[in-house]
T-cell receptor, first 114, second 115 residues
Framework: AQSVSQHNHHVILSEAASLELGCNYS??????LFWYVQYPGQHLQLLLK??????LVKGIKGFEAEFIKSKFSFNLRKPSVQWSDTAEYFC????????????FGSGTRLSIRP | GAVVSQHPSRVICKSGTSVKIECRSL??????MFWYRQFPKQSLMLMAT?????????EQGVEKDKFLINHASLTLSTLTVTSAHPEDSSFYIC???????????FGPGTRLTVT
């Protein structure tokens, strides 16, 4: 069965540290990839997405992600985090074969120490 | 653009009663809407996919008679939790997409508490 794995359940960083959150998926076909963020008490917001083209995708708030097809990965990065980045981050995959269904990873809680 | 609203944002109901949650796409026509359930500190689990004017497609393990989904128009889908029980208490989130895009736009969610 198709799945999305986020191996980091809880990441704690100090402000200005660099961030990388891992995301791997298990599906051999064509995919669309997403990272969503859920700030405390708020709804899901799209950080960035990859449909095709340049595998290095830039999103909002200084985030970027790189799609490495050979590794089935779509890791999220930010060079210098801020306290306001404290949130839950979800990687998600849309499978072409299932039209529009999106499968979410288990999420990574990011806590930033001021 | 691409705003999705949900109503109510919070609801408390007694065990055995039914509760309806509305999901609306405010500024676009949503050919497909999705209903998710999110338990505390866990990810979103897709419950069902609904296309306007047709029956919803439920994910494995989701009781279609308990979670009634109606997508009667291109801007409104409803989820009715029938004969609610405390274990149905959860955060229910809807999303919507247009016919020509894979991107989904998420609503703010509805917190259901069954006492």
């Amino acid at each position: 069965a198709q799945s999305v794995s986020q191996h980091n359940h809880h990441v704690i960083l100090s402000e200005a540290a660099s961030l990388e959150l891992g995301c791997n998926y298990s599906y051999g076909g064509t995919v669309n990839l997403f990272w969503y963020v859920q700030y405390p008490g708020q709804h899901l917001q799209l950080l960035l997405k990859y449909f095709s083209g340049d595998p290095l995708v830039k999103g909002i708030k200084g985030f970027e992600a790189e799609f490495i097809k050979s590794k089935f990965s779509f890791n999220l990065r930010k060079p210098s985090v801020q306290w306001s980045d404290t949130a839950e981050y979800f990687c998600a995959v849309n499978l072409y074969s299932s039209a529009s269904k999106i499968i979410f990873g288990s999420g990574t809680r990011l806590s930033i120490r001021p | 653009g691409a705003v999705v609203s949900q109503h109510p944002s919070r609801v408390i109901c007694k065990s055995g009663t039914s509760v309806k949650i509305e999901c609306r796409s405010l500024d676009f026509q949503a050919t497909t809407m999705f209903w998710y359930r999110q338990f505390p500190k866990q990810s979103l689990m897709l419950m069902a996919t609904s296309n306007e004017g047709s029956k919803a497609t439920y994910e494995q393990g989701v009781e279609k008679d308990k979670f009634l989904i109606n997508h009667a128009s291109l801007t409104l889908s409803t989820l009715t939790v029938t004969s609610a029980h405390p274990e149905d208490s959860s955060f229910y989130i809807c999303s919507a997409r247009t016919q020509d895009s894979y991107e989904q736009y998420f609503g703010p969610g509805t917190r259901l508490t069954v006492t």
